[in-house]
């Protein structure tokens, strides 16, 4: 519900911009005066175009997915097994495609349509970095996360949230764009004046648009106030989500297990980056790599040589500050939540 009056607010407030330039032309108008009652017309018209251009765009442009390696079944059977197993578990159906990537982290995704209300094609995406440093019930407990976000749907309804965060984002990207090529041609106009003046020898002042573009500028403000608005409101929703799929994944991993993956990721994020850059990466301006097998499995060898510092890590979580635009709450709340609920006797 939360999504679709988000969604709804954004055409609201475009029809009352409309309702707006359609009272100032009707003004214009009957003041009487001709000349600066076409000009009001003229920029009404302009200022119009990009906001029902953006009302109106009916189609959401697609995501580029992340980069990745899709696998078949045929080729990973067990990690198949344990997906289609978790699918079960969870209640839901288990994705079509299941793509490997570079990456800390997993995530799902689903090609929904109608604005979500129809499922569509699902994809979830692993990082090999997880698989490389997470014990089986850990990484269990991450796929479980994942699932959640499908049992509960929050897959489909991210079409909604998306669609008008795309619709907002497109009508002040096109004011401004209209704003810019307003000061453009302002200040090439300016310009041939000082490039005139200078051959005739005489003084010349600054470049200066003054309020060229201004009204487009303007314009944008309530749509650029009301993106502001739409992302706190659906962040905060986006995080809600979080704890709710983080709750799915103790009731069918375990609390401990799901605790302990928690406290795992941003120490294995860290050990991920350093060893990308210290160690994988260290000879690619010679050509090299390591051997098949090492650029992501060399991950191991560093996680087992350097146990110790990491056990460090392990014990001193990550202090983040909540931000209203954070798509996840901080990792520390969602650690302290998990362990707060009762012992599974999962150990």
Do not use: C
Not at 221 to 232: A, D, V
């Amino acid at each position: 519900m939360r999504a679709l009056i988000l969604l709804a607010g954004f055409y609201l407030l475009g029809f009352v911009m409309l309702g707006a330039l359609v009272a100032v032309d009707w003004a214009v108008a009957e003041g009487g005066v001709g000349s600066v009652t076409a000009k009001v017309w003229i920029v009404s018209a302009l200022l119009a175009i990009p906001i029902v251009q953006g009302m109106f765009a009916l189609r959401t442009p697609k995501e580029e997915p992340p980069p990745g390696l899709v696998v078949t079944e045929q080729q990973e059977p067990a990690l198949w097994a344990a997906v289609r197993t978790l699918a079960e578990e969870t209640g839901t159906r288990a994705p079509d495609e299941i793509v490997l990537t570079p990456d800390v982290n997993a995530a799902v995704a689903e090609d929904a349509t109608f604005l979500g209300l129809k499922p569509g094609r699902r994809r979830m995406y692993i990082g090999l970095p997880l698989m490389a440093g997470l014990s089986e019930p850990q990484l269990r407990a991450v796929l479980a996360h994942e699932f959640g976000h499908y049992t509960n749907h929050d897959t489909r309804l991210s079409a909604i949230t998306l669609r008008g965060r795309l619709q907002v984002l497109r009508t002040v990207a096109s004011l401004h764009e209209r704003s810019r090529k307003k000061v453009a041609k302002e200040e090439a106009k300016q310009e041939k004046k000082i490039a005139k003046r200078l051959a005739k020898g005489k003084k010349t002042g600054t470049v200066d648009a003054g309020t060229a573009g201004l009204s487009y500028r303007l314009a944008a403000k309530p749509f650029l106030w009301y993106g502001t608005f739409y992302l706190r409101a659906s962040q905060g929703l986006g995080r809600r989500q979080e704890l709710a799929a983080d709750l799915a994944a103790a009731r069918i991993a375990g609390r401990d297990a799901t605790a302990s993956a928690l406290r795992e990721i941003p120490v294995l994020d860290s050990a991920h980056g350093f060893y990308m850059q210290s160690y994988a990466t260290l000879g690619t301006g010679a050509g090299l790599l390591p051997p098949p097998g090492e650029v992501f499995g060399g991950l191991r060898h560093l996680l087992t040589g350097r146990a110790d510092e990491l056990d460090e890590m392990r014990q001193a979580l990550p202090e983040e500050e909540q931000s209203p635009y954070d798509s996840h709450p901080p990792i520390a709340e969602r650690i302290a939540r998990i362990e707060q609920l009762p012992d599974d006797g999962r150990a």
